[in-house]
């Protein structure tokens, strides 16, 4: 018998949806679904209610076996059992009595057939109720059904899925035929290689999660992805997504994926675009008026997925857009509803962690198994703390006074109380909710006030600026759900911040839904440190993989003299110059790194008077960053000044001549800052290791990654300059590479010398 898993909502949105895209605002349940209206509601009932039911059948249709499950808000257990479905809004609850909402009945209906098959009923009520958030009222809709009634629909429901079911039942075993054929696509695993995907396949095969350092240029990507494959094969797995920092780890990913589908591997893959990047509309304006993608998209995107899935394997960017020109649905959206469909996914790692863009559907579905392979790990700490961090300020609160009309009363007056409780909140540093209580209420009562505004004004002036404020304020209160004692609030004169301090906790919540999880870069050291702060908790292994280079093919060069704390630096320059000047003497392709824009500038414009070299500029464009990197040729002499954790310090690869030598100029310390410091003053409360945590390990993470971009393959010969003497002081001795060979100087004449010797032994 063949099987199909599929939970309750996912069933009804595939089969019952129709109508417009419109993202000009979410109206109800998109934009504050959830926020604490169910256990409000729930709370209401009595001893016989129970909330958050699970529920599951099996249904046979002819030779598929349809396993499908949900979770029903409440039940209410009495002489008429009564299935509930609970829906916040923010909308009049008049305007929603006379509507029919379709898919909101369908939801509670195939609950309540669940439920009546499980215990046997003959009959049972359904019941919406709508919870208006910002009156708090409430609207409860309640029908009566028979079983035979609710047996109908359920059942003409999953008839209605059965076409495409065969497609997936036949899919996945010509999948699985083709992964057991599947053979690694190199003559021979790199040394190190074989290492990585034994304890990637052994992780998952355990459940377990694992945080790996393994060497630049072993093939992180092919020896992640291919032993994940083969678990999918064994039926270890259902799915797996890889997940990047940044487009050129997705490129990494999209490579290994595409060699291997070369070679007749039968999966059905999705690299995620952003939505700006996919947009085949003149402007990215999702909504009916201003898109005709976004009109009746869902009348037409379930033939445009059966199209896609009938005819390519690699739903690429290019075939997405073609398909979705062929069938007029929004190329984005699309893609989104791919993702169900697909066996591997590419994707950026907000689609995963972000609070406010995950993808809800796959930590809802429990019989949904799947894995987490992290790339370039070591960034998901700042990145994670960025998705959890929430600001407002004044000016935003002011403009959106004088953008919204003053008939919209509710909006207005929540608005002004909301800036008469900022102007009511001292300056200072706040460590618990309660402190700015009063404001933050006033903030979620104007976003629940705005929804008349933003459905029915769309045509006023400054209306896009009124919803990217909105957007603004909803993440806020986002941010507020999680609000515990690893966060800080910051009242300035102009902002306040929520900010998230540790995300450790966050993280450990998240990482139970995958099967397994692999956290894997080049630079993990300390290894503990990220798996304390990436919420690794029990059931986690550490593994460090040697580089398979010849230790030779490096000079590490470190100067020992030249200071470049803070109070340092300016007086250092004209040394730092000539360092740099020396050790880039020899024709040849040189990247200088530098902690900070500011200190990097100050050493070009001397640099400058003496050699030629281009600069990294600030906020860069894709093109312009591209047009930065074609200046090294396996031909050129190129010099350039870049930003130790910025584009080009790591996920970059210049082979060979490419790039001969990378300097680095400080430890790579962020610089001193009022919020790093409470950063530091948490780390040391929960740690012990506060200054460890907030500046050394950040710091010296971007200094040893900007070095890797040296040696990139097996063949790479090339140098590092290391320019601060505290590179040779502990802790950040430690802290760097043990395959590196170090060689500490003092005097330019010494340097020249250690280089002129490691010229003659490649001749």
């Known amino acids: 018998m063949k099987e199909i898993k599929i939970s309750v909502r996912n069933l009804i949105e595939f089969i019952k949806r129709s109508g417009d895209i419109d993202r000009r605002f979410f109206s109800n349940k998109r934009a504050v679904e959830g926020i604490r209206a169910h256990q409000k509601v729930q709370s209401l009932y009595s001893e016989n209610y129970k909330s958050e039911v699970f529920l599951r059948t099996s249904e046979e249709i002819e030779d598929i076996t349809f396993v499908v499950e949900g979770r029903a808000d409440g039940i209410e257990v009495a002489d008429v059992v009564t299935i509930d479905e609970i829906k916040s809004t923010t909308r009049d609850l008049k305007e929603l009595e006379k509507e029919e909402n379709l898919m909101h009945w369908a939801q ?124 999918i094969g064994e039926d270890k797995l259902d799915k797996s997504f890889y997940l990047v920092a940044r487009s050129t780890g997705k490129e990494a990913a999209k490579n290994a994926l595409e060699k291997l589908l070369n070679k007749n591997l039968k999966l059905k893959i999705t690299v995620v675009t952003a939505k700006d990047k996919i947009c085949i509309n003149d402007e990215v304006k999702c909504n009916p008026k201003d898109c005709p993608y976004a009109r009746g998209h869902f009348d037409r995107v379930n033939d445009a997925i059966i199209d896609i899935f009938d005819n390519v394997d690699n739903f690429s960017r290019k075939n997405i857009e073609k398909f979705a020109k062929l069938h007029m649905v929004c190329p984005f959206e699309y893609q989104l509803d791919l993702l169900d469909f697909s066996d591997f996914i590419v994707c950026d790692y907000n689609y995963i962690f972000d609070p406010s863009v995950y993808l809800k559907r796959f930590f809802e579905n429990s019989m949904l ?35 919204v009309p003053k008939n919209r009363k509710s909006a207005t007056k929540h608005i002004n109380l909301a800036i008469e409780e900022y102007k009511n909140l001292g300056n200072g540093i706040f460590y618990s909710y309660e402190e700015f209580y009063k404001l933050n209420a006033e903030i979620e009562k104007t976003v629940f006030s705005m929804n008349d505004f933003l459905i029915k004004d769309k045509e006023i002036e400054h209306y896009d600026e009124a919803l ?33 301090l540790d995300i450790s906790e966050i993280f450990r919540e998240i990482l139970k839904t995958p099967v397994a999880s692999v956290f894997f870069s080049a630079t993990l050291t300390p290894i503990k440190y990220y798996g304390k702060l990436l919420g690794a908790g029990e059931r986690t292994n550490y593994y460090k993989i040697d580089s398979p280079f010849d230790s030779e093919n490096l000079l590490v060069l470190r100067n020992t003299k030249i200071s470049t704390v803070y109070r340092d630096r300016r007086d250092s320059i004209y040394e730092i110059v000539k360092n740099l000047e020396i050790f880039s003497k020899e024709e040849g392709n040189y990247l200088f790194f530098f902690p900070s824009y500011s200190f990097m500038e100050e050493v070009y414009e001397m ?42 310090s790591e996920g970059i690869d210049l082979i060979g001549d490419r790039l001969n030598g990378a300097a680095i100029i400080t430890v790579g310390i962020p610089g001193i800052s009022y919020e790093r410091n409470i950063l530091k003053s948490h780390f040391d409360k929960k740690y012990r290791r506060g200054y460890e945590y907030s500046y050394i390990y950040p710091g010296m993470i971007k200094a040893v990654q900007s070095a890797g971009r040296v040696i990139r393959t097996e063949e790479d010969r090339g140098r590092v300059l290391l320019i601060d003497l505290r590179f040779s002081m502990e802790p950040y001795k430690s802290l760097m590479p043990k395959a590196w060979n170090i060689e500490d100087f003092k005097e330019i004449n010494e340097m020249e010398e250690i280089i002129l010797n490691f010229t003659k032994k490649s001749l």
């Not at 708090?136 to 809709?141: A, G, H, P, V």
């Open 108 to 231: 509670a209906k195939c609950y309540g057939y669940i439920y009546a098959k499980n215990e046997e009923l003959d009959s049972l009520d359904v019941m919406l109720t709508y919870y208006q958030l910002e009156s708090e009222e409430i609207l409860k809709i309640r029908k009566s059904f028979t079983f035979g009634e609710l047996r109908d629909f359920f059942m003409g429901t999953l008839f209605e899925y059965l076409e495409f079911s065969r497609r997936i039942v036949e899919w996945r075993e010509i999948r699985t035929e083709s992964i057991k054929k599947m053979k690694f696509p190199f003559k021979n695993f790199r040394k190190g290689q074989r290492e990585l995907a034994v304890s990637v396949y052994n992780t998952i095969s355990d459940g377990n999660k694992l945080f790996v350092e393994a060497p630049t240029g072993i093939g992180k990507s092919m020896s992640t992805i291919f032993p994940t494959i083969k678990a």
């Open 369 to 403: 198994r799947f894995s987490l392979l992290i790339d370039e790990a070591h960034n998901l700490v700042d990145r994670g703390r960025d998705m959890y961090s929430a600001s407002l300020t004044l000016d935003d609160l002011v403009l959106l006074s004088e953008i």
């Open 468 to 500: 990217d404020i909105y957007f603004k304020l909803y993440k806020y209160i986002k941010i507020l759900e999680y609000y515990n004692r690893d966060f800080v609030s910051i009242k300035l004169e102009d902002e306040v911040k929520i900010i998230s």
């Open 607 to 648: 640099y400058s008077k003496i050699d030629n070299a281009i600069i990294q500029k600030r906020d860069m464009n894709e093109i312009e960053r591209e047009e930065f990197l074609e200046n090294f040729t396996f031909s050129s002499n190129t010099t350039a000044f870049a930003v130790m954790g910025g584009v080009f």
